[in-house]
């Protein structure tokens, strides 16, 4: 299974912000992910593309690599707190207010679903057995119960 990532620092964002994004498209498969991403009306979702797509490009640099980018999917995404630029704001009667200008570091991790398994048919024919529901239990118990109590009478 390949597993590649890829990650953005100082994004002039704050982290909480980039966390609202990331959590959109965490466990997504990559074109649903960028299929979200165009339509999220929040500025840093065009950093998670560029992201996104840098990710999706190491995978396919990996040696084992499948060739099939509908297997890749968003197996992990975070965003941590960057350094905070400080700045002073000018106030009334001579005073300073303190502002920070937050930064994060984006990291976006994409990875390959395994490939589906097979259903094997026996030779006997049929379906594979399956276990049974537990209400599916209970209900037959309870009819042979029934059938055996008209045998009675």
């Given at each position: 299974?390949?597993?590649?990532?890829?990650?953005?620092?100082?994004?002039?964002?704050?982290?909480?912000?980039?966390?609202?994004?990331?959590?959109?498209?965490?466990?997504?498969?990559?074109?649903?992910?960028?299929?979200?991403?165009?339509?999220?009306?929040k500025s840093v979702a065009k950093d998670?593309?560029?992201?996104?797509?840098?990710?999706?490009?190491?995978?396919?640099?990996?040696?084992?690599?499948?060739?099939?980018?509908?297997?890749?999917?968003?197996?992990?995404?975070?965003?941590?707190?960057?350094?905070?630029?400080?700045?002073?704001?000018?106030?009334?009667?001579?005073?300073?207010?303190?502002?920070?200008?937050?930064?994060?570091?984006?990291?976006?991790?994409?990875?390959?679903?395994?490939?589906?398994?097979?259903?094997?048919?026996?030779?006997?024919?049929?379906?594979?057995?399956?276990?049974?529901?537990?209400?599916?239990?209970?209900?037959?118990?309870?009819?042979?119960?029934?059938?055996?109590?008209?045998?009675?009478?």
């Open positions: 299974m390949i597993q590649a990532h890829a990650t953005a620092r100082y994004v002039r964002t704050s982290a909480q912000k980039a966390g609202l994004v990331l959590d959109l498209i965490r466990g997504k498969d990559v074109n649903g992910a960028l299929a979200t991403l165009r339509f999220t009306r998670v593309v560029k992201l996104l797509r840098s990710a999706v490009a190491n995978a396919q640099q990996k040696d084992g690599f499948s060739g099939d980018v509908d297997r890749l999917y968003v197996a992990a995404c975070y965003a941590d707190q960057g350094p905070s630029q400080k700045r002073v704001r000018p106030a009334p009667m001579g005073r300073a207010f303190r502002v920070l200008k937050r930064t994060a570091h984006l990291t976006v991790q994409v990875a390959e679903r395994p490939a589906k398994a097979v259903a094997v048919v026996t030779a006997e024919g049929g379906e594979p057995k399956r276990r049974p529901r537990a209400g599916a239990v209970k209900k037959s118990t309870s009819a042979a119960k029934r059938a055996t109590k008209k045998a009675k009478e």
